[in-house]
């Protein structure tokens, strides 16, 4: 076991400790919230915790586990009226996220947001029968219209192979997301957005990481400083946030509750104009979608407006992720 992890780990433990029980014993907080304390110290004095870092197959659900434990007592606490338990926990779930994201072998490489939203959104229109051809790999078609780039999306996704040297990184990633589907559901069932897309988004954002913003990887414990800045906005809520605030801030900023189309090509469309149109402005394959698949070799954003044509990125690209929980059974087309 790497003793870099294994020290953050105990630390981590010994903070979590001392924090949940801080508020296991303080009267201001709901009995509710008291118990849900007291089960995650059980639950981290765990010897097995500290024993399975080293191993992945060990160490995903453990962890995942255990965050998606602690992103619930957050939000059990945020919902309930008492004593102020989220700004305690937060900094936990940060810490406990970036050691998760190390453990599971899950890169934090976050894309420069690369242009404007300039795309209009839409149905995904009726082809009426086969796909059409993909173009020329690496490449693609310039626009920025649903309607115009349907069919393209499809036929890539459709003819899409994973890299072989990269599908255990991806079926990690995939297991992953899968893992905190409860939570993502809790998005789905307020905003009627597919509760793997918000994974996806998660995903690309902030490596699952609970104790960031959905919008951009800032961190809860403040206003988003990146773009978009500022956000949730005061008329919201205040700092520290509860993830699920943050995340439904970020997805209504973007108007995706409005959307009922959620086809394969709409959602390849939205998680592009998410990240930004750099990639498409110049023809090329974005990462952000395609990377660690043979339709992306080279080419990214190194900062912003800085595009370096031999850079390659070393972050799964949400197509492919979306593709192996089609391939595995987790989501259906």
């Not at 995650?40 to 255990?66: C, H, M, Q, S, Y």
């Not at 009226?81 to 599971?104: H, K, M």
């Not at 902030?206 to 500022?230: I, Q, W, Y």
Request: aromatic fraction near 8%.
């Amino acid at each position: 076991m790497d003793k870099d992890i294994q020290t953050r780990v105990e630390d981590l433990s010994q903070l979590g400790i001392a924090q949940l029980r801080a508020i296991s014993e303080d009267f201001r907080h709901p009995e509710e919230v008291q118990e849900a304390a007291r089960d995650l110290i059980r639950k981290i004095n765990d010897a097995k915790l500290r024993a399975v870092v080293g191993d992945f197959n060990a160490a995903t659900p453990a962890f995942a586990e255990l965050t998606r434990q602690f992103v619930d007592l957050t939000v059990l606490a945020r919902t309930k009226p008492g004593g102020d338990a989220v700004a305690t926990l937060n900094p936990i779930v940060r810490q406990l996220g970036e050691i998760f994201s190390v453990v599971t072998a899950v890169p934090a490489e976050h894309l420069p947001v690369a242009g404007d939203d300039k795309g209009v959104d839409g149905t995904v229109p009726n082809t009426g029968g086969a796909l059409p051809a993909p173009p020329p790999k690496g490449t693609v078609n310039t626009s920025t219209r649903l309607a115009d780039i349907a069919g393209e999306y499809e036929a890539m996704f459709a003819a899409m192979k994973i890299d072989p040297a990269k599908l255990a990184d991806v079926d990690r990633l995939a297991k992953v997301l899968a893992s905190f589907r409860s939570t993502y559901d809790l998005i789905e069932k307020q905003l009627r957005i597919p509760w793997h897309f918000v994974g996806l988004l998660h995903c690309m954002e902030s490596s699952f990481n609970f104790g960031t913003h959905l919008h951009n990887g800032d961190s809860l414990m403040h206003r988003t400083v990146n773009v978009p800045a500022g956000r949730p906005s005061a008329n919201v809520a205040d700092p520290p946030f509860a993830w699920t605030t943050s995340a439904i801030d970020a997805l209504t900023l973007k108007n995706f509750q409005t959307q009922t189309d959620w086809s394969i090509p709409a959602q390849l469309f939205r998680l592009e104009k998410y990240n930004g149109y750099g990639y498409r402005f110049k023809g090329r394959t974005s990462p952000y979608l395609w990377s660690f698949s043979d339709l992306y070799t080279k080419g990214k954003f190194v900062k912003d407006g800085v595009y370096d044509e031999n850079a390659v990125s070393k972050q799964c690209g949400a197509a492919v992720v979306l593709k192996r929980l089609v391939q595995n059974g987790i989501v259906t087309p």
